[in-house]
């Protein structure tokens, strides 16, 4: 049994740089391809000390590509073209869903949103007893949503693994229990299905009335 456990251990100890490796070697090869079938289509035939740069030439020309890819999106027209092909996208059965499915992930994991939580936190949602995570969005929202009263506040409940398509949620604010990670760190943790926990343990916030509530 020990023997099995030191397996696994060494197994989960030298996956990921072996999947780092591979997908480093899976780019540098495909850069080279590219690279050589366009300089072969262009009837430019590379000099012999040139081909080991050619994978790194893909690799810029790739990085240069994006930027002008994200220069055409700041303006008008870009921003025009990218939408005409995001609707396309979005018109084909079965290319929609993973195509949406890519989006929203990148969009959580690398975009900025406009609306910024204001901390991760528990609540017990469906029902008593059962803990799930979710993002402070609005607190002390009552007086604004009358004749709801004063004392509740607004969280997102995400689902994994696209948080984005979780939903609102009006709790009072004493049922929410703040907690002290990171707005990352939570993110993490629902992409991942609840397998990425936080690298530091996570402590619930003293909750005290007054200015120094934490949702106050």
């Not at 040139?50 to 999106?73: D, E, K, T």
């Not at 929203?104 to 994991?109: D, F």
């Not at 900025?112 to 969005?137: N, S």
């Amino acid at each position: 049994m020990k023997l099995q456990r030191y397996f696994v251990t060494g197994l989960l100890a030298l996956l990921p740089l072996a999947v780092t490796i591979y997908v480093l070697v899976w780019v540098y090869n495909s850069s080279a391809g590219i690279i050589t079938r366009l300089l072969e289509f262009i009837r430019i035939q590379p000099s012999g000390w040139l081909l080991p740069l050619l994978p790194v030439l893909g690799i810029l020309v790739a990085l240069l590509l994006i930027l002008v890819i994200g220069l055409l999106a700041g303006n008008y027209v870009g921003r025009v073209l990218i939408g005409v092909i995001d609707r396309s996208m979005k018109s084909i059965p079965l290319v929609r869903e993973v195509y949406n499915a890519v989006q929203q992930i990148s969009q959580t994991l690398l975009g900025q949103p406009e609306v910024q939580f204001q901390r991760a936190a528990l609540i017990e949602y469906p029902r008593k007893g059962l803990y799930t995570l979710c993002f402070v969005a609005n607190p002390n929202v009552g007086y604004r949503l009358p004749p709801l009263p004063e004392g509740f506040t607004v969280v997102l409940v995400p689902t994994s693994p696209v948080p984005a398509s979780g939903m609102a949620i009006i709790v009072p604010t004493e049922d929410v229990i703040p907690l002290e990670i990171s707005i990352e760190d939570a993110l993490k943790y629902v992409v991942s299905g609840g397998f990425i926990l936080p690298p530091e343990k996570a402590h619930q916030l003293k909750a005290t009335s007054g200015p120094g509530h934490p949702l106050a």
